[in-house]
């Protein structure tokens, strides 16, 4: 079992950045790939980020590729999700999520622990 607690949403204005940090414990971390999702009001849940469990691979959603970086620090069990050029389409719940497997991928069905969320809201 792996619990997931994201931190460091917030209210920004468009063109800002944020970090977000996904801590993670249980019985493992560093062999389990990671991914941020996001759902804004309205919508699906929507794939954004993710990394295998050593950083060698990465992947993006085309929405916010050349904006949003993922990386992780597996002595620190922490995920992270920093946002540049922060859009008002940003807007969302984002969501860590880890899986049992170590390679990553877009499919939000593949993942088998979630975290409760954290709020991102970019004014315009």
């Known amino acids: 079992q792996v619990q997931l607690v994201e931190s460091g949403g917030g209210l920004v204005q468009a063109g800002d950045s944020l970090r977000l940090s996904c801590a993670a414990s249980g019985r493992t971390f560093s062999g389990n790939a990671m991914g941020w999702f996001r759902q804004a009001p309205g919508k699906e849940r929507e794939f954004v980020a993710a990394?295998?469990?050593?950083?060698?691979?990465?992947s993006y959603a085309d929405s916010v590729k050349g904006r949003f970086t993922i990386s992780r620090d597996n002595t620190k069990n922490t995920v992270y999700l920093q946002m540049n050029s922060l859009k008002p389409e940003d807007t969302a719940v984002y969501y860590c999520a880890a899986r049992k497997k170590s390679y990553q991928v877009i499919d939000s069905a593949a993942y088998d622990y979630w975290g409760q969320g954290t709020q991102v809201t970019v004014s315009s």
């Open positions: 990394i295998n469990w050593s950083s060698s691979s990465t």
